[in-house]
């Protein structure tokens, strides 16, 4: 399945089904973006990052695809499970400037 | 070892009152930061010190004063509590410039509510 990180959208997929995740960053001389994963209760916690002078980054189980030409990055996390139930950021930052623009997030709910 | 720890963890006061919120990172970075969290999960970035200076005020009311005794501490004072300052706090520490430590390291948050 698929979600637009705005205001907070649930994004429902059953384990085992791979999910995608979207952002729009607002800032075309960003150039690092970091996504995010927040459980309840918790900090957000690194999951993956990428650089602009690249498209595409593999960690395990997740990918994040970058398009620069419409300020838009993804993250797909393959064979979800219930785990991976938590809000998701993404995060935009101008390199050596010390702030960090998160996006709205989207929620995770992983079905078993 | 937490990386990131902030205390306390709920903090629940009446408006009018004043609160602080400690932080330390033992990571040895040099930035740390305040980011605000509302009831929508927007995080909003407050403050940021690099080595004890001010760098980042996101024009936050002069109710929140952060300070930095040391690079490895950040705490935040707010005076004259209000009920639009309920939220989660987090702080948050980086080192940017070292491409593996560019990303930042949250602790696990003070939820504050004022009544």
């Known amino acids: 399945g698929e979600s637009v990180g705005l205001h907070l959208p649930t994004l429902s997929v059953q384990e085992g089904d791979n999910s995608i995740i979207n952002c729009a960053y607002s800032?075309?001389?960003?150039?690092?973006f970091i996504w995010y994963k927040q459980e309840s209760g918790k900090g957000p916690q690194f999951i993956i990052d990428i650089r602009s002078n690249m498209d595409k980054r593999q960690g395990q189980r997740v990918t994040v695809l970058l398009n620069k030409t419409v300020k838009h990055l993804s993250l797909q996390i393959a064979a979800t499970q219930p785990g991976d139930s938590a809000v998701y950021f993404c995060?935009?930052?101008?390199?050596?400037?010390?702030?960090?623009?998160f996006g709205s997030g989207t929620k995770l709910n992983v079905k078993p | 070892d937490t990386a990131v720890s902030q205390t306390p963890k709920y903090l629940v006061t009446q408006m009018g009152n004043d609160k602080s919120i400690k932080c330390e990172q033992n990571l040895g970075h040099d930035t740390m930061y305040w980011y605000k969290q509302d009831s929508k999960k927007f995080l909003k970035i407050m403050f940021s010190?690099?080595?004890?200076?001010?760098?980042i005020n996101e024009t936050v009311p002069n109710r929140f004063s952060p300070k930095s005794p040391d690079k490895a501490h950040l705490n935040l004072h707010i005076n004259s509590l209000e009920l639009g300052d309920s939220a989660v706090y987090f702080c948050?520490?980086?080192?940017?410039?070292?491409?593996?430590?560019?990303?930042?390291?949250f602790g696990s948050g003070t939820q504050l509510s004022v009544l």
């Open positions: 800032n075309s001389a960003s150039d690092y």
């Open positions: 010190y690099n080595n004890k200076e001010l760098i």
């Open positions: 995060a935009e930052n101008i390199h050596n400037f010390n702030k960090f623009y």
């Open positions: 948050a520490s980086s080192q940017p410039g070292r491409a593996t430590n560019e990303k930042l390291f």
